[in-house]
């Protein structure tokens, strides 16, 4: 459980298959509306998974450094980049959505 009792789930596809593997995953343990859920490798389950509110993509820069790539619905974006200054971490918002990022969910 997460502060004040929220749920968070996170869940690794990258040795799911598309189709069957898929379908047959218990999805509804874990979209319930009610929990955060964190998703690596999302291709395998594009037709179960509902959008991405919020999508991450890192890029390795060097050796020990990554940049990451956060895009976040409209709603979201200024609750994000308040936390993200908040945190001391520099950002710019663009216009790009997670469903165009593709890779990034």
Not at 5 to 32: C, E, I, K, Q
Not at 41 to 59: Q, R, Y
């Amino acid at each position: 459980m997460g502060r004040g009792g929220t749920r968070l789930h996170h869940l690794d596809l990258y040795r799911l298959s598309p189709g069957d593997d898929a379908a047959l995953f218990a999805w509804s343990d874990y979209l319930d509306g009610e929990s955060i859920v964190f998703v690596e490798w999302p291709e395998a389950a594009t037709m179960e998974l509902p959008a991405a509110d919020l999508g991450v993509s890192l890029a390795h820069e060097t050796l020990t450094s990554r940049n990451a790539s956060v895009l976040a619905r409209s709603a979201l974006t200024s609750e994000l980049m308040a936390g993200l200054a908040g945190a001391g971490i520099s950002a710019t918002v663009t216009s790009e959505s997670p469903a165009q990022a593709g890779e990034a969910s």
